[in-house]
T-cell receptor, first 117, second 110 residues
């Protein structure tokens, strides 16, 4: 079946511009996650959505970052007034269920490589 | 805070030369330990989940094991196509996010 898809695959933007990154999770997966992978660093958790519950935004690095999930499916990560330190690969993952109900494998998309010049 | 440390950072193997990767972790109650494979320019690909000490899982030339403090990923008779970065992650009890190690980059020469 179709996996997690992300768009665009690459994005080059100028410092100070806003960008939107899109994630389409696996059909039927209720949990959706955003992570960031910077050069030489491990994957860093950003935000988590579970069904219709309020998202956990505890991993967002600043208030320039925001995300929404419409209709319990597609998610958009928005970065306002981009800075050079925002350059990274942004990865989206989905799982059957999150929360404390059990451990479910997270399946990752191919990522969006963001370069801020 | 959950911590995951992987070693070595890089591993160069000859085809057929078996080896092991280490993942040491500290977590306030382990819900699951995950192994992923990541190829350049791609997202992590799920390999295994381990839930309790003593558990083992196998897939082709890969075998993952778990103790209370660490996990090992054994690569038996590797082939060049096993070249990738292998990531270890933990999920704590009553949590959902994964905490990742920095990864081990494996290069297998023919």
């Amino acid at each position: 079946g179709a996996g997690v898809s992300q768009s665009p695959s690459n994005k080059v933007t100028e410092k100070g511009k806003d960008v939107e990154l899109r994630c389409d999770p696996i059909s039927g997966h209720t949990a959706l996650y955003w992570y960031r992978q910077s050069l030489g660093q491990g994957l860093e958790f950003l935000i988590y959505f579970q069904g219709n519950s309020a998202p956990d935004k505890s991993g967002l690095p600043s208030d320039r970052f925001s995300a929404e999930r419409t209709g319990g499916s597609v998610s958009t990560l928005t970065i306002q007034r981009t800075q050079q330190e925002d350059s990274a690969v942004y990865l989206c993952a989905s799982s059957l269920q999150g929360g404390s109900g059990g451990s479910y494998e997270q399946y990752f998309g191919p990522g969006t490589r963001l370069t801020v010049t | 805070e959950d911590q995951v440390t992987q070693s070595p950072e890089a591993l160069r193997l000859q085809e057929g030369e078996s080896s092991s990767l280490n993942c040491s972790y500290t977590v306030s109650g382990l819900r699951g330990l995950f192994w992923y494979r990541q190829d350049p320019g791609k997202g992590p690909e799920f390999l295994f989940t381990l839930y309790s000490a003593g558990e083992e899982k196998e897939k082709e030339r890969l075998k993952a094991t778990l103790t209370k403090k660490e996990s090992f990923l054994h690569i038996t008779a590797p082939k060049p196509e096993d070249s990738a970065t292998y990531l270890c992650a933990v999920q704590a009890s009553n949590d959902y996010k994964l905490s990742f190690g920095a990864g081990t980059t494996v290069t297998v020469r023919a």
